[in-house]
């Protein structure tokens, strides 16, 4: 095969080129949607459990103090709902595939050391650990006092 003088077109080297820049500017820019879609992802689970845990917490203090403590998981085990709520057994649907566990303990106002069963100074240690298919997301303590 013989080329005319003055035929344009590309040569298998030029495409070759080509193929290689183009590779290089799509794999960081791949590598980059990959990123900020995991950490999306990451950020929507962390809201999710705070929103989750001060919920918690807020429902928490506004219950009636309970003297002996407590301690309740949501979606509640048949044994462990809250003391004060048994039929409080289910989360919200948009809460799917995640679980709480939700702590009250009486504690030294001085030392916050908490205290022996059966003591009770007015004041408790509320912790809510948000779980999200069985791993821990988020942990907040907070304090209710008996007014």
Known sequence: MRLVTGQKGQTLLEVLIAIVILGMVAVPFLTALSVSSRSIMVADDKAAAESLARS???????????????????????????????????????????????????????TGAPLSPGTDLHIQNITVVVYHVNRTVLTMSAYKMDR
């Open 56 to 110: 918690e917490l807020e429902y928490v203090k506004n219950s009636p103090y309970n003297w002996t403590g407590f301690v309740y998981e949501i979606p509640a085990t048949p044994d462990k709902p809250p003391p004060w709520d048994s039929s409080r057994t289910a989360l919200d649907d948009c809460y799917m595939g995640y679980s709480v566990n939700v702590t009250g303990v009486p504690i030294d106002t001085e």
